[in-house]
């Protein structure tokens, strides 16, 4: 679901231009930073309004440290970080704490950042204490609306967090994020950690809140299914790198990097009718202290060349709105495998 | 047909609470034959692994076997001592659990854990197994296996590591492998380098595996026949085929549409409303009756038996009673 505006055109809500972020290697007697592990390298997109955006990639491959980046939770390296025309990532905290306001995150494991001696009902009224000059009664009232828009309960307000199952915490999380009515959500794993059956629930809440509240979602995840599900436009990344970004369609239809077709083929299918032609990358993710040279990609790539070894790819735009970075961009992974 | 490698029958499991004793596992029944891999489906804390638990003799101190029966290859193991049980373990029933770096011992090298099942079980020296440990690490697809033997498991990845529980669990060539949550946490790529494995192992060995998961996908990938446990309770048991095409039990199908499928982009979302009942919980009738948009009269006041549709496939709803009667 897009909003656009009168010309058709989408309108940019969040813009994020060559952000970096890396963390220093101390070692030796001196304790000297001796290099860097590049965690975040050289990632630019747009997020438009009402919008859902996921960004995939394998653990380790800097997705969870973008979205730290772009909330200011990690200070950048380099880049810019515009929202709502403003870029954010050097304003004073004063100035920043507008932008804060709409600008929330919900976590993976909601148990860990919720305070297990703190009862629900204050621990979502601490953020109206922090942004607001409610008073006590408007905020408990504000609460336990809340409670009911994300389908839990008003007697929930007295109860502590060890009390809800996993999903229901997940709607704890849910609430504290849109209670200052924000416009752009990050969702770092968030139905990751959540059994099947209820993950699909979590899910349908979210999607009813975003037509809503015509929010922009930032869905990290792993699971390619939730993705397609969920999401208009896709990311992925690897070692720190953008390696694709495109419509849903268009990405899981046609992908264009090879990294990008083997995490499809790796998905394990829920339907056994057709045995599909699989490719299995050998190997792990190399270290982001000391990446490969070239395309980052390359020692696990099928069709990996001299060219891959020494070049780095550029980013190109290949259809519309669909971009990769690899020299052989299109070229099936599947022929080179049999 | 193949060799029945493991049955158990009528299995319930119990935990000693505050409250008294609470089954996790109710009245489950099953079995195995050789180089068959039968997964256990259900969300957590339907008792899918307190099965497996029970079943290798591993469960909390707070745990026993009620009642039911376990055979392995022909022999009831579910009253033996722990000191029978430890003969057993690791040496013809193995286990890889979910997460290895808490079932591997951070302050021992991986060699030091691969040689101990080795000297306990086959009674290798410790040149020999070494030797042998290193033909298992190469054989579980880990690059420099003589290297590795002195490093810790610190030193390794997430998918390197549990290669080496897979390696460690197969080293006395085991009959059975149990498996629980393998791959949850791992990422795609290197799951299906390990499903590969553990597929590729089971022909080599010709064992018998038990996986539990929750990852339909998973399922459709390894199983030959499926359990789905709702509960503490078998609600349907069926080949792969059966299951993922004419899926009987409401909560089954439930299970199925709750995953989005990366291949259809139209795919709508059905979530099961509610949440898993807790050990405690009084269910009068079938368990699954609060959260079964089929549900009737009958289902809030008796609990369904199975009812089998084939030789391979049974089911415990009552939406099924009156098919089976018909026919």
């Not at chain 1, 780095?312 to 495998?337: D, L, T, V």
């Not at chain 2, 319930?12 to 004793?21: P, Q, S």
């Not at chain 2, 101190?61 to 373990?89: D, L, P, V, W, Y």
């Not at chain 2, 709750?258 to 509610?274: N, Q, R, Y």
């Amino acid at each position: 679901m897009n909003v656009a505006d009168d010309k058709g055109r989408k309108k940019t809500l969040l813009e994020i231009n060559q952000l970096k972020k890396y963390y220093p290697i101390k070692g030796g007697l001196l304790q000297r930073v001796q290099s860097h592990v590049k965690a975040v390298e050289n990632v630019s997109f747009k997020l438009y309004e009402g919008e859902s955006l996921g960004v995939v990639g394998e653990s380790g491959c800097g997705k969870s440290t973008l979205g730290k980046a772009i909330l200011g939770l990690e200070e950048l390296t380099a880049g810019t970080v515009k929202f709502k025309e403003t870029e954010i990532q050097s304003l004073r905290k004063k100035e920043k704490l507008k932008f804060v306001k709409e600008m929330q995150m919900i976590f993976q494991d909601p148990f860990a950042s919720l305070n297990p001696r703190q009862k629900i009902g204050p621990a979502i009224a601490e953020v109206f204490s922090i942004h607001t000059s409610m008073s006590a009664k408007e905020k408990k009232l504000a609460v336990m609306d809340l409670l009911k828009e994300v389908g839990l309960k008003e007697e929930h307000y007295d109860r502590f967090p060890h009390e809800f199952s996993g999903g229901q915490r997940q709607r704890i999380g849910i609430a504290r994020a849109i209670c200052l009515n924000p416009s752009f959500i990050i969702c770092d794993e968030a139905v990751s950690a959540l059994d099947v059956s209820v993950q699909a629930q979590v899910l349908k809440l979210l999607k009813t809140l975003q037509q809503k509240y015509q929010l922009s979602y930032m869905f990290i995840s792993h699971d390619l299914g939730v993705v397609r599900y969920f999401c208009d436009r896709v990311l992925v990344m690897y070692l720190g790198n953008t390696v694709e970004e495109g419509k849903v369609e268009d990405l899981y239809n046609a992908p264009l990097h090879p990294y990008t077709q083997a995490l499809l083929s790796a998905i394990p299918r829920p339907t056994i009718e057709k045995k599909r032609n699989r490719i299995r990358l050998q190997g792990d993710l190399p270290n982001p202290a000391d990446p490969p040279s070239g395309c980052p990609f390359h020692t696990r790539c099928p069709i990996a060349r001299a060219q891959c070894m020494e070049e780095k790819p550029q980013w190109r735009e290949y259809g519309e709105e669909h971009y990769a970075a690899c020299h052989f961009a299109g070229e099936s992974i599947f022929k080179e495998a049999k | 047909m193949g060799e029945a490698l493991l049955e158990v029958k009528n299995m319930i499991t119990e935990f000693r609470t505050a409250d008294g004793y609470l089954p996790a596992v109710r009245d489950v029944s099953f079995s195995l034959n050789k180089g068959e891999t039968l997964c256990i489906v259900g969300e957590s804390g339907c008792g899918k692994s307190i099965t497996s638990l029970s079943i290798i003799g591993l469960l909390p101190s707070n745990g026993r076997i009620a009642s039911g029966e376990i055979k392995f290859e022909g022999e009831a193991i579910q009253s033996h001592t722990s000191e029978q049980m430890r003969q057993i373990r690791g040496n013809q029933i193995s286990m890889i659990f979910q997460e290895p770096m808490t079932a591997l011992n951070p302050v021992l090298t991986i060699g030091y854990q691969l040689r101990e099942p080795l000297m306990i079980h086959e009674k290798l020296s410790k040149k020999e197994a070494h030797k042998k440990g290193i033909d298992l690490l190469k054989s579980v697809g880990i690059p420099y296996p003589e290297k590795r033997m002195n490093q810790y498991p610190h030193e390794l990845s997430g998918g390197m590591r549990q290669r080496v529980m897979i390696a460690i669990a197969l080293s006395c060539n085991p009959g059975l492998l149990i498996a629980d949550e393998p791959t949850t946490a791992l990422d795609v790529t290197i799951q299906a380098q390990i499903l590969d494995l553990i597929n590729d192992l089971k022909q080599e060995y010709h064992m018998g595996v038990i996986m539990v998961t929750h990852d339909m996908g998973v399922v459709a990938e390894v199983a030959d026949r499926v359990m789905v446990m709702y509960a503490g309770k078998k609600v349907e048991e069926g080949t792969v085929e059966e299951i993922f095409n004419h899926p009987k039990h409401p909560y089954t199908i439930g299970l199925l549409n709750s995953v989005p499928d990366v291949d259809k982009p139209d795919f709508e979302l059905e979530a099961i409303p509610g949440s898993l009942p807790s050990l405690n919980q009084q269910i009068h009738g079938c368990r699954f009756h609060e959260r079964c948009k089929f549900a009737k009269e009958t289902c809030k006041q008796q609990e369904p038996p199975a009812f089998d549709l084939s030789h391979s496939h049974s089911v415990s709803c009552w939406l099924e009673a009156e098919e089976v009667i018909n026919q």
